[in-house]
């Protein structure tokens, strides 16, 4: 009988599992590697898309907001690695883009708009501004500016990664960009004394009279076949020509009924308002530590009186006509801005006024403006709806406002006297008339009637735009 053994398998041996861990091991070694080099690829791929991203989002917003450009006011150069352009755009806000390091000590790209700051990209390690004229010749002359180049290498926070660049080319629209780049402008004519210098072109849309002038620069008229518009400018939003006291009457912390008085050697704080159409008197030796708003008028004796007012608010507000008495000794200085519905009257015998916190006007007129004191500094705009004058009996006069407005007009302005230094952009819509013994002034003039300059002046051409800061109150 034949016997058959029947062998059961109850498992693998020690040998075959052996065989077969290391068969995965060999696998698993060739296909490991594989995925760490895909992982640390979609990781690299993942950070530079990041970063690009970031860089392309605040290359979007520079290329966007300076496409509405209306002046451009200061470009670093192409070798300067921490980029800054500043600019006016057509609401007349002032806008820089800039490397700066933030509180973590990062270098970010910065958005600062009307002096608040905001991050926009980063961390970045270049930010380059090429500025170029109509030629595409590279140029640091801001009034010559057409176009710029933008740059900027956007880094890995974590140092893994090379820097991405990201770059574009901003051409500016004309009808943006201020092209008003002459130190002198008419809309009429234009005559100098033969005791004029003028570092820069002048431009009349009728004729240039020089006289003997010396002219550093190209001069042309109606003869050279070009005519240049008049710029536009409504002063109405920047002057008192509108009631501000009512909006002012909530801040106010002391409401009063009546004529006022304000006795001399006095101090008062606080935030004051005459309300019922009445009226203030300041006498001399008042210090003043606050805001005076009057539904009337407002009389000053300056002798020995200052005015500081505080929370970025005016200095004084007058709902009819603001005064300084003629006085002949001490000194006035003001710490803010004023504001008069009718007119503005400044005389006596030293007077410094200052702007707002932000504001950059000194004062402004709803009618007319006319300083008559000896001495006068401002530091800030002066601004009047009707005829802007300074009388002859003035001798020395200082008008600081860089790259903006020191005189605007909504008709004329007269500087009669002597000793005028000016910083800054004159504009008339009607005529401009420099009859003082002596004027020194780097900036603009620009007029919408004629323009004279009767005696001794140097004017040099300055950059600069064609608004006021924005007002306190709208109408």
Not at 442 to 448: R, V
Not at 466 to 472: I, M
Request: overall charge neutral; hydrophobic content about 40%; glycine content about 10%.
């Amino acid at each position: 009988m034949n016997s058959f053994v029947h062998r059961q398998s109850l498992g693998i041996t020690l040998i075959e599992s052996l065989l077969v861990i290391g068969v995965i091991g060999i696998l698993m070694s060739a296909i490991v590697p594989y995925f760490i080099t895909m992982n640390k690829a979609w990781t690299v791929a993942n950070r530079q898309d990041d970063m690009m991203q970031n860089g392309r989002m605040g290359l979007a917003k520079m290329v966007q907001e300076l496409r509405q450009a209306n002046q451009i006011v200061s470009v670093t150069g192409s070798g300067n690695l921490n980029g800054s352009l500043i600019f006016i755009d057509k609401n007349f806000n002032r806008i820089e883009f800039k490397r700066y390091t933030n509180a973590s000590n990062k270098s970010m790209l910065g958005y600062v708009k009307n002096g608040s700051l905001s991050e926009l990209a980063g961390p970045i390690s270049r930010l380059v501004f090429t500025a170029k004229t109509t030629d595409l010749s590279a140029t640091q002359v801001d009034a010559l500016v057409r176009s710029v180049d933008i740059a900027m290498d956007v880094v890995d926070d974590q140092g893994f990664l090379s820097p991405q660049t990201v770059q574009a080319t901003v051409y500016f629209r004309k009808k943006f960009l201020g092209s008003f780049y002459k130190t002198c402008f008419a809309k009429t004519d234009i005559t100098l004394a033969n005791v004029v210098t003028i570092s820069g072109n002048v431009h009349a849309n009728h004729q240039v009279d020089l006289k003997g002038a010396t002219l550093q620069g190209l001069a042309t008229d109606s003869d050279d076949g070009i005519s240049i518009a008049v710029p536009t400018l409504n002063l109405s939003t920047y002057t008192a020509a509108y009631d501000p006291c009512l909006q002012l009457k909530p801040s106010a912390t002391i409401i009063l009924n009546a004529n006022t008085t304000f006795v001399q050697g006095q101090t008062y704080t606080g935030f004051y308002y005459i309300s019922g159409g009445f009226s203030a008197t300041v006498e001399k030796n008042v210090v003043f530590n606050g805001t005076l708003v009057a539904e009337g008028d407002i009389s000053i004796d300056g002798n020995n009186v200052t005015f500081t007012p505080s929370g970025g608010n005016p200095a004084i507000v007058a709902g009819k006509n603001f005064t300084i008495v003629d006085f002949q000794d001490g000194h006035f200085e003001c710490y803010g801005t004023i504001y008069a519905k009718q007119s503005i009257s400044c005389n006596g015998r030293s007077a410094t006024f200052h702007t707002s916190p932000g504001r950059g006007i000194a004062m402004a007129s709803g009618g007319t403006l006319v300083i008559s004191g000896r001495t006068f500094t401002s530091v800030g705009a002066l601004i009047a709806k009707d005829d802007l004058s300074f009388a002859n009996t003035t001798r020395t006069m200082t008008l600081t406002q860089t790259n903006g407005a020191a005189l605007l007009s909504e008709k004329s302005i007269t500087c009669l006297g002597k000793d005028f230094v000016i910083d800054g952009v004159v504009f008339a819509k009607g005529d401009v008339t420099f009859s003082n013994n002596t004027t020194a002034m780097t900036g603009m003039i620009l007029s919408g009637g004629n323009l004279s300059i009767a005696h001794s002046a140097t004017i040099a051409y300055k950059a600069g735009y064609f608004y006021a800061p924005p007002p306190f109150f709208k109408e």
